[in-house]
């Protein structure tokens, strides 16, 4: 059964950090392109990032770019994001996916493309 359970949200000052993760069952990390993606209320579904270990290739939606790090810990099972300066726009419900329907499937992945997904974590960014 695939799970997912994330962790590391909560509130954070402008320009401070965050590190999320997210603890797999499953399915294997390094098998799967996996990454994660936000939402925000009122707002569509965004994507954030992705990693593809199978083909060592990382991508970055441009909100995030030069201040988030995306990594995996294989033999932990766990996919986490680094968020680094964080901004007043990333507050949303960040959610680790996974495309489990390709095997082999390098990044990008849009996050209409994502078939397994976890419930999120809510991040908050204020003074």
């Known amino acids: 059964q695939v799970q997912f359970v994330e962790s590391g949200g909560g509130l954070a000052q402008p320009g401070r950090s965050l590190r999320l993760s997210c603890v797999v069952s499953?399915?294997?990390?390094?098998?799967?392109?996996v990454g994660w993606f936000r939402q925000a209320p009122g707002k569509e579904p965004e994507e954030v990032s992705c990693i593809s270990n199978y083909f060592g290739r990382t991508t970055y939606a441009d909100s995030g770019k030069g201040r988030f790090a995306i990594s995996t810990n294989n033999v932990e099972h766990t996919l986490y994001l680094q968020m680094n300066s964080l901004k007043e726009e990333d507050p949303a419900i960040y959610h680790c996916a996974a495309l489990l329907g390709i095997a082999g499937r390098s990044c990008p992945v849009a996050v209409d493309e994502f078939d397994f997904w976890g419930q999120g974590t809510q991040v908050t960014v204020s003074s």
């Open positions: 499953g399915f294997t990390l390094r098998d799967y392109a």
